[in-house]
């Protein structure tokens, strides 16, 4: 089974989540990331088929028990809220406030999205040329007016302090960067 989650209905479910959570005196704080982080803050007409999240505080046990009460109540998938971008993350920071749930007084969940220069140095972590990721890191790298391969390469050292690029690397990044540069193709006309 695949499914795909719109923003609204992402929105709809930390709300839900937050509900909970604060009903039963718990609260707990995550940072979102990848696609959905994209989706929730950005025009983006794409969906996402999970949440990928960090839970940086909290009662953990009674926030995956409020996602699973969420997914059951929705017909999704168990892992729409997924811990899997854990092994991925670099340093700490980069990310911030999105919103309180259930609502700003009555806190049971608080939710952080990863920032967008965090978000293009993880895409040029692990850049694929040609693909969504490309599309993605362009976005990002223009939000974030990071757009030299000096530049590029000093967010990946931010936010990557312990993985410094290799040749390979570099020159993923700095073939990025070109392209992102390049004079726009003139339209036939």
Do not use: C
């Not at 971008?85 to 749930?101: D, Q, R």
């Not at 890191?137 to 312990?162: G, W």
């Not at 690397?169 to 339209?187: C, S």
Request: proline residues 4%; charged residues 25%.
């Amino acid at each position: 089974m695949t499914q795909e989650l719109t923003k609204a209905a992402v929105e709809d479910a930390f709300r839900e989540m937050g509900e909970i959570l604060a009903r039963s005196g718990k609260m707990a704080e995550i940072a979102v990331y990848g696609g959905a982080a994209i989706m929730l803050q950005f025009d983006v007409t794409f969906r996402t088929a999970d949440v990928d999240a960090h839970v940086q505080s909290g009662d953990h046990g009674a926030l995956m028990d409020a996602a699973k009460k969420v997914a059951e109540r929705r017909g999704w998938l168990r892992s729409w809220l997924s811990e899997a971008v854990t092994v991925y993350l670099g340093a700490a920071g980069g990310t911030t406030l999105y919103g309180s749930y259930p609502s700003e007084t009555r806190v049971g969940l608080r939710v952080y999205v990863a920032t967008p220069d965090y978000l293009l140095a993880m895409k040029l972590r692990a850049l694929r040329v040609g693909r969504r990721d490309e599309d993605d890191a362009v976005m990002l790298a223009r939000a974030s007016n990071i757009v030299s391969l000096d530049a590029m390469l000093a967010v990946l050292q931010k936010y990557f302090p312990k993985e410094p690029p290799d040749a390979k690397r570099i020159a993923i990044v700095g073939q990025f960067a070109n392209t992102l540069n390049a004079p726009a193709a003139p339209k036939p006309g």
